[in-house]
């Protein structure tokens, strides 16, 4: 129910036209789908919410600006999209006829309309029961799943607790073993060169191999391709990410980088995925110094930036990736209008 004037309009009958309410707030339906691709053990119930409130709201401003368009018709917000747009403009004669020509009376608009209104509380109500009862269950599961892992772990750190008793309590007995012609055919048995191999194992060429700073072996790691936000890609970056419910998580990409330099990802799809992430990553870096906010604070804002241009992952990496070193780049000079989206 919504009033205007001397009237009260029903909400069933004059809902504005659904290309014109997704002018207003135009990241709904892009942001819910992105939490729709979240596990539900990990989806914000207050978020969900909050997304209903937004879309119950897209309507109230379309119905509103129709009537206080006519008493304020001054102002330069009716210039601006949505309400310059012919859309705008048919639904708005549409709902003045309904005010001016409706055949009910007030009364009779309120008795028909409070059970709608309890109706659509009690649907609410329920939707949200319905919402806890299953972030609920998730939870329980998750933490079932957990409890399973602690005992199999359990089990197997056993038998290292009976040796750490043992040797609390006396200490175990080790003996070693070695003739004489074993260490005569170790002294006569050339070493091996020192060499590092591709993931298939073919050397690399002397003096052209960039040096490691670590001596485990190297395996080939794949970025995450369900990482679909800024704030789940520095995740990966500096922690790693858990990639499905109940997994462990994965290495961070500034530890690969630290131990194995490029060598874990020479295979080339592998190799793509990081140049198409990586200028994302050291913008974090840089901001977060040059505005002294942690990098998760400036991943958010990021994310935040990303939704409102409908940037896409690749987009924003390539944004990035064209500034010119010196020059001011997306937001502006030492980034500092990144500070001021909220």
């Known amino acids: 129910m919504y009033y205007s004037g001397n009237y009260f309009l029903n909400r069933e009958c004059l809902d504005p036209p659904q290309a014109l309410q997704q002018m207003i707030f135009p990241c709904i339906e892009e942001t819910r789908s992105i939490i729709e691709n979240i ?58 006829h309904e005010a001016d020509f409706g055949e009910d009376t007030k009364i009779n608009q309120f008795r028909r309309t409070m059970p709608t209104v309890a109706q659509a509380m009690h649907g609410q109500h329920q939707n949200v029961l319905s919402t806890l009862l299953t972030y609920h269950q998730s939870s329980e599961q998750h933490r079932n799943q957990i409890q399973t892992q602690l005992n199999d772990h359990t089990e197997i750190l056993k038998p290292v607790a009976q040796v750490v008793s043992r040797l609390s309590h006396g200490g175990l007995q080790m003996r070693t073993q070695f003739t004489l012609d074993d260490l005569a055919m170790a002294s006569r048995t050339p070493s091996p060169p020192n060499r590092i191999t591709d993931p298939v194992g073919a050397p690399e ?52 980088d630290s131990e194995f330099d490029n060598d874990w990802r020479h295979i080339d799809p ?14 974090i870096n840089r901001i977060s110094e040059n505005l002294n906010i942690s990098p998760e604070v400036v991943a958010e804002k990021m994310e935040r930036w990303r939704c409102n241009h409908r940037y896409s992952i690749n987009r924003v990496n390539d944004i990035l990736k064209a500034v010119i070193p010196g020059r001011p780049g997306p937001w502006g000079e030492n980034d500092i209008e990144l500070r001021n989206i909220i």
């Open 39 to 96: 596990p539900i053990s990990r989806r914000d119930v207050a978020t969900q919410c909050f997304l209903e409130l937004l879309t119950w709201f897209r309507v109230i401003i379309l119905q509103d600006a129709v009537f206080l368009r006519e008493r304020f018709p001054s102002l330069n917000l009716w210039l601006l999209p949505p309400f310059d747009h012919p859309l705008f403009e048919e639904f708005s004669g549409r709902l003045r």
């Open 270 to 283: 592998y190799r793509k995925q990081y140049t198409r992430r990586q200028h994302i990553w050291e913008a």
């Open 205 to 256: 060429a002397s003096g052209l191999a960039r040096p490691r700073t670590s001596k485990r072996p190297v395996v080939q790691y794949q970025l995450d391709p369900k990482v679909t936000t800024i704030p789940q890609l520095w995740e990966e970056y500096d922690r790693g990410i858990i990639s499905m419910p109940g997994a462990i998580r994965g290495p961070s990409i500034r530890y690969l």
